[in-house]
């Protein structure tokens, strides 16, 4: 198979009616999505937003979270009614946007119209115990792969991860805390709007959270983290990051928790980064310094922490830009314009 160069993308970019470089990070975007597709003529064909919801066991107790557990299933119910912030954007900007139930604790019809994959009704309390067994965390993934395979065949090729958890921003920052080998102050922020004082219990409870489970003294495989603290939506979008880099898909990275899973995705295979597109720098404290980590440049800078996808989503149509830009964009020869001369 011909291999498609940075160079050749970028010849035909700098072929375009304008100064070379004038696009600034478009023409980046545009070099990006043609390596990863190996083609000089890229395309984002039926770009999709997956939502993944699931409850965390430590939400129960609401101390690390300033929304009652239930909120997860409420959400999932207001995205199913269209009601959203990720269904406004997807909807004008003509993005699919499909809802997975992987854990949330409660029950839905089965003729609601999302995709049933609920591995059980919330994790357990990783105060006490393990959140999750090894089987459970395998089960998530392996249904996340399922599940991304099903969304290849309607013919997508552009894929961004969204999630809606009650708690999940504790488990994302335990998960930060064990790869990037931070203290956990560094790593837990605010979640949903906590105040100082509340934010100061929700360190102090995650440190207790660190310190039973040892993740600061041992080191696990992204499996194993996963069943002590993880989250059945985290590990089921694991399981997305890696099977979308087997289908050669551009994925685009949300926020923190989205990066948060993709740090577990790049435990098992470091290449699913090639495939990569940060969408956004969060609010939510912690996620600059996993972009620092990863030495990624995000699209858009909006002081954004909302979840469920909306960084990625507001990307996508940046990416398609940028690609139709190198395919339908006149060059100097095409257009009969003089190009700049050496100085």
Known sequence: MKIVSSEQLQHKID????????????????????????????????????IIAADHGIATANLVNNYPQEVTAQMVNNFVKGGGAINIICRHSTIALAIVDAGVNADFEENMPIIHAKIRKGTTDY?????????????????????????????????????????????????MHHILKLPVADCAGRGAGANDEQLQLKINILQQVSEFHELALKDFNAVELLSKIGGFEIAMMTGTYLEAYQQNMVIVVDGFIATAALLLAMQINSKVLDNCIF?????????????????????????????????AALAIPI????????????????????EMTSA
């Open 15 to 50: 072929q375009k009616t304008k100064p070379r470089g004038s696009l600034g990070m478009l023409e980046c975007l545009a070099v990006k999505v043609g390596l990863i597709q190996n083609n000089l003529v890229p395309a984002i064909i039926n770009p999709h937003i997956l």
């Open 279 to 311: 969408a956004h720098t969060s609010k939510e404290n912690g996620h600059t310094k996993m972009l620092e980590y990863l030495n990624a440049s995000p699209l858009l800078e909006l002081n954004m922490r909302l979840g469920e996808g909306t960084g």
């Open 319 to 338: 990416i398609q830009s940028s690609v139709h830009l190198l395919n339908e964009m006149a060059s100097f020869e095409s257009a009969h314009v003089t």
């Open 127 to 175: 105060r006490q115990d393990n959140a999750m067994s090894i089987e459970e965390v395998n089960q998530a993934m392996e249904l996340g792969k399922a599940i991304l395979n099903d969304i290849v065949d309607t013919g997508c090729n552009t894929i961004g991860f969204g999630e809606m958890g009650i708690g999940n921003t504790s488990s994302a920052a335990l998960i």
